[in-house]
Structures are given as C-alpha cells and as structure tokens.
C-alpha cells in the first residue's frame, strides 16, 4: 500500500500564503496537487517528475503557487502565495509510479481543506 497524508490547511485571508505537505509511505516519482471547489469538479493544480525533470502548472495558479519536493524526497510541498477566494477547495495530493498523466494518478490522498476570505 501506498499511503499520503496531507496537511496544512486552513483559513487564509486574501493575498496571503498557505504551504501544504503531502507525505508519502515511499517515494514515486510522479506526484501532485489536485483541488476541488465547491459545486464544482476536480481539477488540476500542479504535478512534478524528478525522474522526467518537469513541473506543469494549471493556467489559474501559474505564478502563484509553486511544488517544491522535500529534502526527503518522499514530501511534497505545495507554496501557494497570493491567494484568491476562487483558489478556496479541498486540496489532494496524488501519486503516479507511471508516466505523469492529468487526471490519472493511482494513489491519493484524503484532501485538506483551504478557505481563502476576502
């Protein structure tokens, strides 16, 4: 079993900083940030391979939130600067031992809620 456990989240007034964590039972190369607002459907945030040296980010958070890894390569981080209400949803960290491939991660984990005030 593959186990991911996020934390971090919380209240957060606009214009503000939250840095999520996603810690993994091992380390997978592939991993990632998917979030889902309220009355809408999940979407892609942000992903990174090591292995392939690549970082994707989703139109809406691109220069706002980055994915750093951990010095244990098992963490995965999400910084998210210059939050928006918009950016309010749960957020989920994922994991894919294969190829890098929105949406189809194999493992994920229980979501963290941020609320973003204005």
């Known amino acids: 079993q593959v186990t991911l456990v996020e934390s971090g989240g919380g209240s957060v007034q606009a214009g503000g900083s939250r840095r999520l964590s996603c810690a993994a039972s091992?380390?997978?190369?592939?991993m990632g940030w998917f979030r889902q607002a309220p009355g809408k459907e999940r979407e892609g945030v942000a992903s990174?391979?090591?292995?392939?040296?690549?970082?994707y980010y989703a139109t809406a958070v691109k220069g706002r939130f980055t994915i750093p890894r951990g010095n244990d390569k098992n963490t995965l981080y999400l910084q998210m600067n210059d939050l928006k209400p918009e950016d309010t949803a749960i957020y989920y960290c994922?994991?894919?031992?294969?190829?890098?491939?929105?949406?189809?991660?194999?493992?994920w984990g229980q979501g963290t809620r941020v609320t973003v005030s204005s």
């Open positions: 994922a994991a894919e031992p294969g190829f890098c491939n929105w949406p189809n991660f194999r493992y």
């Open positions: 091992r380390y997978i190369d592939c």
């Open positions: 990174l391979s090591t292995g392939g040296g690549s970082t």
